[in-house]
């Protein structure tokens, strides 16, 4: 490794600013059928140079990468890339001209190997026309120590950690020769530690000349590591800046079109009755391995407990375990007193404990069933929805249109298909079944990825609701700031246990990070949370 | 859809065109296309099947007059027409359940063998019963029978995941055999043919001239009439009952059919069985109304036509009973058109490929009517 | 009776009638691999099968019928392939109807061009490759009469079998083109993110498996049979599906399992000669290679892990 990492941070942050540009996109629109994505956006990047894309979901950041990086083709506008006007018209055409890009969702090959990902697509081959794996392997050691990016050339994609998928990505761009890196929510599966990593990373590419553009909705990161920020919003660029000029609150009035709350408005949990304990759980995942090893916790009516770790560490297995999906291998899940630990899903709704999923296409709605009989599903055998097995088309109507107006689900009428509404009226009609079971106990997983700033604050508020109602809410999510802001009491997940306990708003994300790497278990640690909970 | 992009439709919150109104839009443009797919595939699949005969020499025109009278020409025709759409009826039923539960019974044939099997075994044991009692007996140890043969590929994709469309396949060929073995051993009629013994009057099921006999005498028999019956149950359990809803959950979606407590194994069980009943159906009413016995080359094909039928209905159950009349008409039509224009009867099977070609991949015909649209210098969806 | 059984034949026999199969499961690994289900094998198989007897009669040239049998085989199959890839039609679907169609057809061509249904004209089969002397006696003569039957008896197309089913294990894991075709069916997306298209790689995939079912009629005709019977491939296109998932989606694999099959035939075949001893009706015989597909997917499904993003069609840009 040549550069010194350190040296990077070092350099004037407005570096940039005064080379031209490398890539320059001109006045791009991108029209999908009944939605324009993109509204004459224009925005260029300099080698050296970080831009940060923010805006919140649907904003349109994406798919104006996706137009450079040849994914869509753009409706009208042009591509300029050193000075010269250029046609994408696939990813191919992209590499070709220095841009890579990582997705937000990985594109990975997972049974093949970090080395065989890596050269795909552009494979060195022998003079027989063969891959030469030897050559391979050399080029993608050679460039992870060119940068620092240290990774397995022969592990299988598979069996490695979400960062580490990560920084493959980085180094399938870098063995294409990218000038031009462009990370879509990179950090959204981030550890905070992971976070900083990533981005001590992105200070030696652009150290090296490369220039970078990061696509988030996070204000903090943008605040930390841009060099200058294009906010967008509903398609269009709203405003461009940078952190020295601005502050979150005002990003996030830009980027929102209106004054947000950033804190969510709650007042002191009123403790009730104990409604779900787990306790000594274990669970097995899809490959029979151990994912939840021994794992003991109670939520208690009145209260959210907030569960943070990073993903895949056995969060998916116990909210599956609860909610009926999943069965244990040992321990006991009980609600109110009553063992369901055994229960299938269809006995643990009617337990009273409803679910909002952490994927609402795949799970959370049947998207080709009109709104009614979504709003039906789980409850379909019972009364008044049903009789003797055959369905009151009437009750369920009725039901249907006044939860769809509780709920304020935006829809021409109750009759059309859930596929038909946005995200967030699609994530409202999930809460409008689940909330108007009226359950005991609300277990909400990731309930607002992908949602704009509008829902994001409706879901959060119904979630207060249902705490403030004296219900129990198990709350799971990846975004830190959603747990710390909507939790009364967090657990921090790791490797299938329950390494820490903190009381809401008493712990730090840094705190939080450190434990769910397996990192707050040294003994070291001052903040160590107590052990007689885990129950190890 | 994890392959979705997060700017991508549906996510569209940054909608700049009102939200209602594009939902309806959208509703409105999709019940369109699949109203209009089915009747667009057949006219496609006349004329590939007009091409074929053109290609051999023949007029094409000659031979779908031929066929149409064939087919419609007078009682006579129409009763045939009849008779042969009624266990295309029931199989075509059993692969639209199948379809509305997230199954492709590929194998409806085996269980219409099975069914015939018991409708000739219990025809010949209920011998000395009215017709009364046995032909609902008949009726209900067929829909048995279909539903055991459908049994094992149901368990074996609920609790293993093994492909419906192998499994099904398979039993349809076990099923021939078994059928064949029992017509020419244990089951024989006598005489040199491999036939099971003739089931006696009151286990058969009547023509409807020789009841109504103001009707001009055909051949067209009860079956007809059970199966619209049976079209009608079909819809009215898809639509109101919890058995039907669960089974289309299912279909379109199992995760969150799981999620929302339906057992996804118990659903594929009962949907599948409920498939292979229907089949069972279509080899009693074979028996019952038209052989009167079981032989091992009872059926032409009926299972397969089955799934050209209910594609064709967009698994509507009494889509279905539209769509197996015009296969009727087809089948019924085939032999005068060979007869009078020179033209194989094969060619019905090419217009039936046709046609599942052409309805089961929705996207072709949507993809011709935006190339006629294109064309024609028209907006493009 | 042992020794009447187990004779060089019957494993020569097991190798032939195996043939048919692995080279349609072979054509479906690659197939499968590449994202794409082709249940069409069977329809392929026999519309091939015609195919090479027809052009075999009308120029009276084996090796011209095998040319007509791919050749036609592999038309077809771009039908699959337009509609399942290009359109993005229901896969499965899309070869049913194939299947169907090619019923229709053969029994169209078939009443066209030889002016009745059934069994077409019989041609003059393929030959052995090699025709090597028996061996003397003793035990040498024993040796190479298993050695001369078991390998050295077959067909060309037999060897090619063999030889596809190595070369393209190899090519599947050494070559540049396996490496994007196990990428294209796994995740078609980061394929195509890093330039690979994913349409023509699933196009070459779905022909490769035409060509393969092509020759699978092929052999069947002209090197077994010789002459065409209407619906003669007897669900063989489905056995090979299953034998292609026995194999775990590797052309290895696939050939190993479809012997298996071809074993079960053999043996069959060879029991109901023995009918008078073993008093069991031919029908349960026939049967067998069905029940066995049945009991060998029941073993297998679950733990074989099928190729990601198989049967699912790929969109590539909005």
Known sequence: MSADPQAACELPPNVGQDRPPILELRNVSKRFPGVLANDDVSASVAPGEVLALLGENGAGKSTLMNVAYGLLSASAGEIVVDGNSVQIRAP????????????????????LTVTENIVLGMEPTNSWGLIDRAVARKRVVEISAKYGLKVDPDSRVMDLSVGMQQRVEILKALYRDARILILDEPTAVLTPQEVHELFQIVRELVSQGLAVVIITHKLDEVMAFADRILVMRAGRVVGETTPEECSEQSLARMMVGRDVVLKIDKGPAKIGEVVLDVSDLVVLDDRKLPALKGVSFAVHGGEVLGIAGVSGNGQRELVEAITGLRRPSGGTVSLKGRDITHDDARRTIAAGVSHVPEDRH??????????????????????????????????????????????????????????????????????????????????????????????????????????????????????????????????????????????????????????????????????????????? | MPEQMADTPPNRAASTVDEKQFALEQERFQRGVRMATPFISVAIAVLVGSLVILASGKDPVAAFSAMFFGAFGGARQIGETLLRATPLVFTGLAVAYGFRSGLFNIGAEGQLFLGGLAAAFMGVALGGLSWMLSVPLILLSAMIAGAAWAFIPALMKAKLGAHEVITTMMFTYIGRYLVSWIVTGPFKAEGA?????????????????????????????????????????????????????EARAVGFNPTAAETGGISVAATTIKSLCISGALAGLAGATEVMGVHYRL??????????????????????????????????????????????????????????????????????????????????????? | MFSEVVTPELFASAVRLATPIALAAIGGAVCER?????????????????????AALLFGNAWIGVFVAVLASVLFSAIHAWASINLRADQVISGTAINILALGVTGFLMETIFGHPGTTDTVKTIKPLMDLPAGGGGVLGTIWQWVDVVFLSYTPLVYVGMFSAVFLTWAMYRTRWGLRLRALGEHPRAADTVGINVLRGRWVAVLISGFMAGLAGANLTLEQVGSFTENMTNGRGFIALAANIFGRWTPGGAYMASLLFGFADALQLKLQLFSDVIKIPPQFFLMLPYILTVIVLAGVVGRAVAPASVGKPYKEKG
């Not at chain 2, 009151?202 to 023509?207: A, D, F, I, K, M």
């Open chain 1, 92 to 111: 191919r055409d992209a590499i070709r001209l220095g841009i890579g890009m990582v997705h937000q969702h990985f594109m990975l090959v997972e049974p």
């Open chain 1, 362 to 536: 795949r799970r959370g709605l049947v998207l080709e069933f009109d709104l009614v009989e979504n709003v039906a599903l789980g409850d379909q055998r019972r009364e008044p929805f049903s009789k003797h097995g055959i369905l009151n088309r009437s009750a369920l109507d009725t039901e249907a249109r006044a939860r769809i107006k509780d709920y304020d689900v935006r829809t021409p009428n109750e009759h059309v298909a859930a596929s038909n509404l946005s995200g967030g009226n699609q994530q409202k009609l999930v809460l409008a079944r689940e909330l108007g079971r009226n359950p005991e106990l609300l277990v909400a997983s990731q309930p607002t990825r992908g949602l704009d700033v509008g829902a994001i604050e409706f879901v959060h508020r119904r979630i207060i609701a249902e705490r403030d109602s004296g219900k129990a809410v198990l709350l799971v999510s990846m975004e830190l700031e959603e747990v710390m802001s909507l939790s009364d009491r967090i657990l921090v997940m790791y490797e299938g246990r329950v390494v820490a306990e903190f009381e809401g708003g008493q712990v730090t994300e840094e705190e939080l990070g450190l434990f769910m790497t397996g990192g707050g278990r040294t003994p070291t640690e001052p903040s160590r949370a107590s052990e007689e909970d885990t129950g190890a």
């Open chain 2, 193 to 245: 043919i491999p036939q099971s013994p003739m089931i006696p009057a009151s286990s058969q099921l009547p023509r409807i001239s020789d009841v109504f006999t103001f009707i001009q005498p055909n051949r067209a028999h009860f079956g007809i009439l059970i199966g619209v019956v049976a079209a009608i149950v079909v819809w009215w359990i898809l639509k109101y009952t919890v058995l039907g809803y």
């Open chain 2, 295 to 381: 032989f091992d080359q009872f059926s032409s094909g009926f299972g397969f036509t089955g799934i050209a039928v209910a594609l064709l209905a967009k698994n509507n159950p009494l889509g279905v009973v539209a769509a197996a009349i015009l296969f009727g008409s087809l089948s019924a039509g085939a032999g005068t058109m060979q007869l009078e224009a020179g033209v194989s009867q094969k060619v019905i099977s090419i217009i039936q490929g046709t046609i599942i070609f052409l309805v089961g991949a929705e996207t072709i015909v949507s993809w011709a009517v935006s190339r006629v649209r294109r064309a024609r210098g028209g907006a493009d969806v």
């Open chain 3, 34 to 54: 590449s994202g794409v289900v082709n249940i069409a094998m069977e329809g392929l198989m026999l519309i091939s099968a015609f195919a090479g007897v027809a």
